[in-house]
Each structure stands twice: as C-alpha cells, then as structure tokens.
C-alpha cells in the first residue's frame, strides 16, 4: 500500500522568508510524486511532479521541490514566500510500477504568510 | 482547452435523499477520478473510471456509487445521504494511461451540504 504523510497541519511563514513545507511518502515501486495547492472554494491546481531525473523539481509560481530518496521526503520549498501564497498544499504519490495504480493525498498543510 | 467541468457547483439536500453529481473531462481524456474532501478527513479516494470501467475503488459504502459514459463523461451518486456526506466532492480528470505523463486535472468541486 502506499502512502503520504504531511506531519503539519499548518507552517507560518513572514512575507520574504523562504518556506518549507514537508513531505514523505512510501510506495513500493518507483515513486510519482506531485505537489498541488488549493485555494478557498476551488479545486486543486498542479504545482509539480517529480517522475525520475533530477532530484530537484522546479514548478509554477516559483516553487520548487526536493525529492530525497533515502529520507523517503520530496519537501516543497520556495526561496521567498508571498501573502498570496496562502493556501491549502498537499503533496500526493503514485507507485510507478506494474501498471497504473491510484494517486494518494496527503492530509494537507495549510500555508499562512504573514505580511 | 476546456478544464474539468463540475455540475452543480453547490447542492443542499436532506438526509435520506439521494444526490448525483456531474463531471465532464477534459477533451481526450478517458479516466476519471472521485475524492471527497472534508475538514477532518483531507482528500479521500472514491473511486476512478477509465473507458466506462471502474478500475479502482476506496474504501467507501455501498451508497457510494459512479459511472462513465462513452464520451467520458462520469456521474457519482450518493444514495440515501447522511450528514456525515456533507463535503467537497472534486473530479480529477487524468491524462495518459498510468505512464510518466499521467496527471490529475482537477476541476472546481460541487459542494455538498447534507441537512
């Protein structure tokens, strides 16, 4: 079975500061990983994904992740946070072996950047 | 291109009925999934069609239930509805076929409040 953990439910952040919001995962196979945001009353827009390659995803509105294999972590990052950044994030995965299999959410974290 | 379209956007029904909602994929794409989403569960998988077959479920009663029609085109239904049923109900529409491409598009969610 697979499975997402985002262990805060909330990160505060100041305007300007570079924020972090965290990740793990488990799958058996190759993970697929994906980063989404929503914000209030709408569904959940794409932000990244990680697939193979580069351990260092970048993705819309200047953020970035870091997938950590041996820490089973892709942590979401941007190097100076926004007010209107501001939403709901949840990281998600899907086991790239052996056929297609469903997409696992994380619990969510919600995002405050204080002005 | 067209997004992913939900109808209605918002539904008040009372406890006992039944309700179906609506999702239209985006052009091409022929797998359609269901979450549910509310404050104290996060984002649960209901279950995923993929060219009129239901290819995977979550774990949910009986009273949930979907379908997909050969344009692609699903509807869930919630049979004699419960309090608890009051969420946001969001449709992912997924490109590719489980590859590295595959990815989730989601649309804005129906809202569902259970009186």
């Known amino acids: 079975a697979q499975s997402v953990a985002q262990p805060e439910d909330q990160v505060n952040v100041a305007e300007g500061n570079p924020l972090t919001v965290k990740c793990t995962y488990s799958v058996s196979g190759n993970p697929y990983l994906f980063w989404y945001v929503q914000y209030p009353n709408r569904g959940l827009q794409f932000l990244l994904k990680?697939?193979?390659?580069?351990?260092l995803v970048k993705g819309s509105y200047g953020f970035e992740a870091e997938f950590n294999k041996s820490q089973t972590s892709f942590h979401l990052k941007k190097p100076s946070a926004l007010v209107s950044d501001s939403a709901l994030y949840f990281c998600?995965?899907?086991?790239?072996?052996?056929?297609?299999?469903?997409?696992?959410f994380g619990t969510g974290t919600k995002l405050q950047v204080i002005p | 291109k067209a997004g992913v379209t939900q109808t209605p956007r918002y539904l008040i029904k009372t406890r006992g009925q039944q309700v179906t909602l609506s999702c239209s994929p985006i052009s091409g794409h022929r797998s359609v999934s269901w979450y549910q989403q509310t404050p104290g569960q996060g984002l649960q998988f209901l279950f995923e069609y993929f060219s009129e077959t239901q290819r995977n479920k979550g774990n949910f009663p009986g009273r949930f239930s979907g379908r997909q029609f050969s344009n692609s085109r699903s509807e869930m239904n919630v049979s004699t509805l419960e309090l608890g049923d009051s969420a946001l109900y969001l449709c992912a529409s997924i490109s590719g076929t489980g590859g590295a491409r595959t990815e989730a598009f989601f649309g804005q969610g129906t809202r569902l409040t259970v009186v």
């Open positions: 990680y697939i193979t390659g580069d351990n």
């Open positions: 998600a995965v899907r086991d790239g072996t052996g056929g297609y299999q469903k997409v696992t």
